[in-house]
């Protein structure tokens, strides 16, 4: 009986198997063309990229008209749980037995970096919306990746160098001791060295730290002008509060260098408010964005961040490329989106590089006052539009994927 | 930063710090130790309830205009009474059996109360303002201290010490100590044991409400602010010696302050310094240190 099951189980693995098959030579695989969207559903990324980067992409999707090639355009979701083995397994499956033909979404960096090795191999486009690291069109750079809404570079190129230009020359950091915060460290202190700033200490506080005094503390000491708080979402929010009760606000600038909309809202204007930071979104710049923000409010409720902006951009470029291509075949829809140029309400001055880094402009805000602020999602002001090539770091001769 | 360069200033303030958390984990250890101490009760669901009182206390705030001080008393009663309806409602029908399930019970009712919170609320959480009464601090010469942070360790200390006394010195405590050891007998004397049984469970949830309102203002009101401390406090309640209430006490802020000083020296290992006390400690004193032996 045993032998049954067994020989049943092979059977039916080596069907799937081959009825996954894509078919090639051009046209729409399995007839639908299918993006599925790995993300934090429920939790410490979850508001910046979770159900409602899944919105995000339903909406890009509707928005388009649901159908591409005459095609039905599906969307699937999952919650990778912040977990690279959790995430590239589920990226496997949906390449492998769903006919997947796309992954966006993608939040955590050390998922994306799992994940981006099962899409390079499945030869499928990886839209990566949420994620910080510039390893994915760097180190770890491939033919497949498109990363969409910012990355560390341009947050350090955003945020230090006007803050090392203006005389703030000593630099302390917080930092969150895991990759992306090291990378975030690393890549600013490489602006603040070679603006003439210098690094006079730093604070590796472990991910999800409660409470910042501690550090805090040795942050006074360090007697630095500018202390970077290189964390994101609540660590963020809690080393800030932290900072500004022990009064390091008073004798020291602080600095957020990847801060989301939806911690904006979470901080009390009266801590937050004036901040200079570095965004690749903000919804109240100009007619077309309040539009688009205005339909995801209604129906989200959530105020939109730059990773949500970035999911739909990235989705309505990636059919138009499809369309384009008139197949749904990953090399030739890469080569497509790379080749068209990415332009909404997200993307300006836009351009895929071939190292399938998305160039566009980012943008320097200052945080409103209580005073200044006229609704709850009333949050940014936007100081200076920063053009993508200056914003984004050169490309790698390596990474020159066409 | 090398063991040579302490500032002596730097190290004074990195122990008030540590005293400071220290206070809060000794309160919230103190809730574990009593629902463990006199119920033998593993509740892994303080951790959400703490999360429970910062929210209440957020709501309040939001829809009812409850200020800070009226949520001090009001929120600890609202979070014990929601304590004392699981105590009724889930906890008893399976008191008789093995610690496994009431551990097990209430690990899946936090998780439950975590993930609607999540959807209901979102992720990064909401702030909560210092009460204006509080705002400000004063500089000690070696750091400044906000006067928020010294509120902090004032209720705690009191809170503790006030608990500590009811259970090791009144007659109410050696009612709810013998109805440990032998809850037959005493029933037998006319005392309501499964009454007194409830309303233990929940005195030491409504300490967890109480250190989820001190805690919304300086940390984010977010679903899973509990079960980022809750480990942490039960590694306290393990080193104190399960059950034992002044050991919680004490461990919680001797735990504070070995924390804050890892923080100064060595920052990556402050959050696993507890575990790694309380895995010498069960090598060593298996009963925790102020434990007493089976």
């Known amino acids: ?402 | 930063m090398s063991f040579l360069d302490i500032n002596i200033f730097g190290l004074m303030g990195q122990l008030l710090v540590g005293l400071i958390n220290g206070s809060f984990y000794a309160l919230l250890a103190l809730g574990l130790a009593i629902i463990f101490g006199l119920l033998r009760i593993i509740n892994f669901a303080q951790g959400a309830l703490y999360m429970l009182g910062a929210f209440v206390a957020w709501l309040g705030l939001q829809h009812l205009g409850m200020n800070y001080w009226v949520a001090l008393f009001v929120v600890p009663v609202v979070v014990g009474l929601i304590g004392i309806l699981m105590e009724r409602f889930f906890i008893r029908p399976i008191a008789n059996e093995d610690h496994l399930y009431s551990l097990l019970l209430t690990f899946g009712l936090a998780l439950i109360l975590q993930g609607t919170f999540t959807h209901m609320f979102g992720s990064s959480g909401m702030s909560y303002n210092i009460p204006d009464a509080l705002k400000g601090g004063n500089n000690l010469g070696f750091m400044y201290l906000p006067t928020y942070r010294a509120w902090i360790i004032l209720v705690s200390l009191v809170v503790c010490l006030g608990a500590w006394w009811v259970i090791e010195k009144t007659s109410l405590g050696s009612y709810l100590r013998a109805g440990t050891e032998n809850p037959a007998l005493l029933q037998a004397f006319g005392v309501n044991v499964p009454m007194m049984i409830t309303l233990t469970f929940g005195f030491g949830v409504a300490l967890a409400g109480l250190a989820g309102v001190l805690a919304a203002p300086i940390y984010s009101v977010s679903p899973d602010m509990g079960s980022n401390i809750l480990i942490v406090v039960f590694a306290i309640v393990v080193i104190g010696g399960m059950g034992s209430i002044g050991g919680a006490i004490l461990t919680g802020l001797g735990m504070g302050v070995v924390e804050g000083l890892t923080k100064y020296f060595y920052p990556e290992a402050s959050t696993t310094v507890i575990f790694m006390v309380m895995v010498l400690v069960l090598l060593l004193k298996p009963a925790g240190l102020f434990g007493k032996e089976a």
Request: aromatic fraction near 8%; include cysteine.
């Open chain 1, 1 to 402: 009986m045993k032998q049954v099951i067994k020989t049943l189980a092979a059977a039916v693995t080596l069907g799937s198997a081959l009825m996954a098959a894509p078919s090639m030579a051009g046209g729409i695989s399995d007839d639908k063309v299918r993006i599925g969207v790995l993300a934090d559903m429920g939790g410490p990324y979850g508001d910046l990229c979770g159900r409602n980067c899944v919105a995000a992409v339903e909406m890009a999707v509707e928005d388009f008209g649901g159908k591409v090639l005459g095609k039905k355009i599906d969307v699937l979701s999952a919650d990778d749980q912040n977990k690279p083995d959790f995430g590239s397994a589920k990226a496997r499956e949906w390449l492998e037995s769903e006919g997947v033909d796309a992954i966006n979404g993608l939040v955590a960096s050390s998922v994306v970096g799992a994940v981006s090795q099962v899409t390079r191999s499945n030869e499928k486009p990886t839209l990566i919306s949420g994620a910080g690291s510039n390893t994915f069109t760097t180190k770890t750079c491939s033919p497949f990746n498109a990363h969409w809404s910012y990355d560390v570079v341009a947050l350090a190129n955003g945020t230090v160098k006007p803050l090392v230009d203006s005389g703030k020359k000593k630099w302390f950091f917080i930092t969150a001791d895991y990759s992306f915060g090291h990378a975030l460290e690393k890549v600013a202190t490489g602006v603040i060295e070679s603006n003439g700033g210098k690094v006079v200490g730093a604070a590796r506080a472990p991910l999800g730290t409660n409470d910042y005094s501690s550090f805090v503390l040795q942050a006074m000491s360090s007697g630095a002008d500018v202390v970077a708080l290189a964390n994101a979402g609540k660590d963020f929010v809690n080393s800030l509060k932290g900072a500004v009760e022990f009064g390091l606000s008073e004798q020291a600038t602080l600095a957020g260098l990847l801060v989301f909309a939806s911690d904006t809202k979470a901080i009390d204007p009266s801590i937050i408010g004036n901040m200079r930071l570095t965004t690749g979104f903000y919804w109240d710049r100009d007619d077309q964005s309040r539009e688009w923000a205005k339909r995801f409010v209604d129906r989200t409720g959530a105020v939109p961040t730059m990773a949500h902006a970035g999911a739909y951009s990235s989705t309505m470029h990636y059919l138009n490329a499809v369309k384009e291509a008139g197949t749904d075949e990953g090399k030739a829809v890469m080569s497509k989106m790379k080749e068209l140029k990415p332009n909404d309400f997200f993307a300006r001055n836009a351009t895929l590089r071939s190292d399938g880094r998305m160039v566009h402009d980012m943008y320097q805000v200052r945080v409103k006052t209580d005073s200044e602020r006229k609704n709850d999602h009333d949050l940014y002001e936007i100081e200076k539009v920063i053009p993508g090539d200056q914003a984004f770091g050169a490309q790698l001769p390596e990474c020159d994927f066409k």
